[in-house]
C-alpha cells in the first residue's frame, strides 16, 4: 500500500483510517521537510507530535545546551541531559519515538548569513525561538523565500500563534510589528517566568498548523492570530491582514536585506536568559 | 460599558486585572478613561505623538483599528477591544 512497510501501516493507522489524511496523506507527511528554529519550550511540543506524526525530515536549528531549569516545559530533555547540546538530546527523543523520522541538526546561531542556506531545503518553518532579532530575521527570510512561517509565542501565562504567509497573500510578522520594540519596552530578553504547561498548549497549536499546511487540508491560522490565556482559560481570535504598506511584504517594501538586530536590551545577542521577579521587566 | 483586555505585562498598571470595563464612546476616549482609573494605562498604549505604538496592536470586536478608523473608531456596549504587544518568548 503506497510503499509503505507492515509496521508504518500499524504505527500510523489512526492517521490512515483518518478520511483527511488516509495513506495519500501519511506519505505526504512521511516526504514533509520541516525546519524547528528552537528546539526548547514550543520545539519539544511540535518537535515530538511531528515526529510521532511521522514527518519524514526535521530540521533543528539550536545551539544551546540543556539546562536544568529547562527541564519545567522542555519535553525533549532528560535530567540525564543536562549539560548535552540540545540538538542532540532532541534527536534522541525523537528518533526514540519514531526511527522513520531523519533528523537534520542546525547547530548554528542563526543569523543573516545562514538563515537562506538552512531554509532553503524546507517546505515549512515552525518558530519557537525566545528572542525578537530571531523572529525578524526568521519572516524576513521566510518573506523572501516564500515559506509559510508557522508561528508562536509564549509569556507567562499567556501565547499567541499564527501562521504567517506572505507568498500567499498572508500577512508577515512585520505587518503587525513592522519593528522591534525599543528595548526595555517589552519584557522579552529576561525570562519573566512561563507556565510549564503553556508552551505544550502553543508547540502542539503549531504541530496541528504544519500537519495541516502538509495535508492541505482545513482552514490555517494564516490571516488569524490565536490568543490563549491560560489563567482566563480562554482562546480568543484576532483578524490580522497584510499591510500593503509593510516594509517587508509591502507593496513598496523598505527592507530588500535581512537585518542582524544585535543589540538589544543593552545586551549582546544571544542573550543568556536571566531569572529576574516579573514586576522588574513588566512595561 | 467596553471591555479592555489587558495584556499580561500591562495588568501592573491595572491592579492584575486581565479585563477592565469602560465607558467610552471611542477607542481614544477608552484609553483616556481607562488612564484616570488605572494611571499609567495611556502610556503604555500610545506613545509620545499619541499613536498606538508600533509594536502594539489594537483590536475591536477581532478587527485590527488599522483596518478601521484608529483611535477614532467608535466603541460600543459590550464591545471588547483587545490589547495585544509583541511577544518573543518561546523558550
Known amino acids: 500500500m503506497l510503499g509503505f512497510t507492515n509496521e508504518q501501516i500499524y504505527r500510523y493507522s489512526r492517521h490512515i483510517i483518518l478520511p483527511d489524511v488516509g495513506g495519500a496523506g501519511q506519505k505526504k507527511l512521511l516526504k514533509a521537510k520541516v525546519l524547528l528554529i528552537g528546539a526548547g519550550g514550543l520545539g519539544s511540543p511540535t518537535a515530538m507530535y511531528l515526529a510521532a506524526a511521522g514527518v519524514g525530515t526535521l530540521g533543528i536549528v539550536e545551539f544551546d545546551t540543556v539546562d536544568l531549569s529547562n527541564l519545567q516545559r522542555q519535553l525533549l530533555h532528560r535530567t540525564q541531559d543536562v549539560g548535552r547540546p540540545k540538538i542532540d538530546s532532541a534527536q534522541d527523543t525523537i528518533n526514540a519515538l519514531n526511527p522513520d523520522v531523519r533528523v537534520v541538526k542546525h547547530k548554528v546561531v542563526l543569523d543573516s548569513t545562514n538563515v537562506m542556506d538552512i531554509i532553503k531545503d524546507y517546505d515549512i518553518i515552525v518558530n519557537g525561538t525566545d528572542n525578537f532579532p530571531t523572529r525578524y530575521l526568521v519572516n524576513d527570510a521566510c518573506v523572501f523565500a516564500g515559506k509559510p512561517l508557522v508561528d508562536g509565542s509564549i509569556f507567562m501565562f499567556e501565547g499567541q500563534a499564527t501562521v504567517y504567509d506572505a507568498a500567499h497573500d498572508g500577512p508577515c510578522y512585520r505587518c503587525l510589528f513592522p519593528t522591534p520594540p525599543p528595548p526595555g519596552e517589552v519584557p522579552s530578553c529576561q525570562e519573566a517566568g512561563v507556565l510549564g ?31 490563549f490565556d491560560a489563567m482566563a482559560m480562554e482562546f480568543r481570535e484576532m483578524k490580522i491582514e497584510k499591510d500593503p504598506h509593510c516594509p517587508v511584504c509591502g507593496e513598496h517594501p523598505t527592507i530588500t536585506e535581512l537585518i542582524d538586530y544585535e543589540q538589544f536590551c543593552g545586551v ?10 516579573p514586576e522588574l521587566v513588566l512595561v | ?9 500591562m495588568r501592573k498598571v ?41 509594536f502594539i496592536n489594537v483590536f475591536v470586536n477581532g478587527v485590527d483599528v488599522r483596518t478601521l478608523q484608529g483611535r477614532a473608531t467608535p466603541v460600543h456596549d459590550n464591545d471588547q477591544v483587545a490589547v495585544i504587544p509583541a511577544m518573543a518568548g518561546g523558550a
Open chain 1, 197 to 227: 504547561v503553556l508552551p505544550g498548549i502553543i508547540g502542539s497549536i503549531q504541530a496541528i498548523e504544519v500537519i495541516k499546511l502538509i495535508l492541505g487540508k482545513g482552514d490555517s491560522l494564516k490571516g488569524r492570530l490565536l490568543l
Open chain 1, 268 to 277: 549582546p545577542f544571544p542573550a543568556a536568559p536571566e531569572l529576574l521577579e
Open chain 2, 14 to 54: 491595572t491592579g492584575g486585572q486581565g479585563k477592565i470595563q469602560i465607558n467610552a464612546q471611542t477607542l481614544q476616549e477608552a484609553f483616556d478613561h481607562a488612564d484616570a482609573a488605572y494611571p499609567g494605562f495611556r502610556e503604555r498604549v500610545l506613545d509620545e505623538q499619541g499613536e498606538i505604538k508600533r
Open chain 2, 1 to 9: 460599558m467596553v471591555t479592555i483586555l489587558v495584556p499580561t505585562p
